[in-house]
């Protein structure tokens, strides 16, 4: 039985048999301080928990995430580029986490939302509903230095063309097939795809016999140092002219 690590404003956390489940219930799931804030204290908890363990992310209705709250940042300018940071600094924290992470994408997920599923190690998605989308050159909005690092970690020179330059938006069979995501399911069968991916990924499952959290971390940061650095470094999040 699953239990309750965190629920409030929206974000909940639940572990049973060392699979942490964050599901965000926040409506459109905007990017804005409280959602960072509620993030940063749900993988503070992960971080602190001792393995072997897994790491699920997902939201329930019609969007996964749906980007920044833009109309929150175009009243705050000063105050944006700090919540931009803070949220880098969580992306960084989930893709470099010393346990194998899942995004199990149950609606829309745009530009930070997209980016939230990238920082994952694994995306599965259900299909018939939601798509997957780099909005910024729909938007007339540049894509900044920590989120393209990211994308180009963990996506391909075709799709990140298609993607990023075209802003096109991924339905879950052209995700698998572009292998943004690593498999799709039905919407009602999202949730028990989910944990069965993330029950394979524990590292008994895996016969990681002397698996080390501390070291797959750094197996992470040595993967990832580009975006990792990029998502940490100072002064990368200038916020856009257009906010």
């Known amino acids: 039985m699953a239990s309750p690590l965190l629920s409030r404003d929206g974000m909940e956390l ?10 965000m219930t926040r409506g459109e799931n905007r990017v804005n301080p409280e959602f ?5 204290q749900a993988l503070e908890l992960v971080e602190a ?27 705050q300018k000063g105050d944006s580029l700090d919540m931009v940071e803070s949220f880098w600094k969580c992306l960084a924290r989930l893709l470099v986490m010393d346990c194998h992470t899942v995004a199990a994408i149950n609606g829309h997920g745009f530009g930070a939302g997209m980016f939230l599923s990238l920082a994952c190690d694994w995306r599965v998605m259900q299909t018939g509903r939601g798509f997957l989308n780099f909005p910024e050159a729909n938007l007339g909005m540049r894509l900044r230095k920590g989120f393209s690092e990211l994308a180009k970690c963990k996506l391909s020179p075709h799709t990140l063309r298609r993607g990023v330059l075209a ?3 991924f339905s879950a069979e052209e995700a698998l097939k572009c292998g943004v995501v690593d498999e799709v399911c039905s919407a009602e069968d999202l949730g028990r795809v989910a944990h069965e991916f993330a029950l394979s990924k524990k590292p008994d499952a895996l016969d990681l016999l002397r698996f080390s959290g501390h070291a797959f971390r750094q197996v992470k940061m040595e993967l990832y140092t580009d975006a990792y650095r990029a998502l940490t470094g100072p002064g990368t999040a200038e916020p856009d002219s257009r906010l």
């Open 167 to 169: 802003a096109h938006r």
């Open 49 to 75: 928990a001792p393995s072997p363990k897994v790491l699920v992310i997902t939201s329930k209705g019609k969007f996964f995430c749906n980007g920044l709250d833009l109309e929150w940042m175009q009243t």
């Open 14 to 23: 639940c572990e049973a048999a060392g699979v942490f489940t964050l599901t």
């Open 36 to 40: 960072v804030a509620l993030l940063s």
